[in-house]
């Protein structure tokens, strides 16, 4: 009677730990997740020189609070696509990477998603690039 406990605690175990460790299908379209990354990555690309305009701007001491704060909002909302986590070890290497949870979207949701984010990020982009010009910079 103790084996046939042990073996059923033993089997429950296993099931358990299998389905957990089971990766999880990604519901959707394999393409639109694709191009919603592809947006992703142009975002983080114009993040990473913006990070080089925000250098340029502390040491020329211009003031960029306010910038600086739309910048943080964006940080905090930018989230990867499912599909395409970011790995430490992967071929784009950032110093600038994502963190923040995922949301439940559908495929197409995290392409407009992505869209948007993009179209924040480049609008701030042109912002700092604009601050850092040298006829901006020599007024401040």
């Given at each position: 009677?103790k ?8 089997g429950?175990?296993?099931v ?8 999880k ?12 990354n ?9 993040r990473?020189e913006?990070?080089?305009f925000e250098?340029?701007l ?5 003031d ?6 739309e ?8 989230i ?7 790995s ?11 963190h923040?949870?995922m949301k ?16 924040e ?5 042109e912002?700092?690039k ?11």
């Open positions: 009677m084996n046939l406990y042990r073996l059923l605690i033993f429950f175990v296993l358990i730990s299998f389905s957990c460790s089971r990766k299908e990604i519901e959707g379209d394999p393409k639109v997740y694709a191009e919603a592809g947006y992703l990555q142009k975002s983080l690309d114009l990473e913006i990070s080089g250098k340029q502390k040491e020329s001491e211009i960029y609070s306010d910038l600086k704060e910048l943080k909002t964006w940080d905090k909302d930018i990867e696509v499912p599909g395409f986590e970011h430490h070890d992967d071929e784009h290497q950032r110093d600038y990477h994502v923040n949870p439940p979207f559908k495929d197409t949701e995290h392409l407009d998603y992505q869209k948007v984010m993009h179209a990020i480049a609008q701030l982009h912002k700092f604009l601050m850092t010009l040298p006829k901006v910079m020599e007024e401040n």
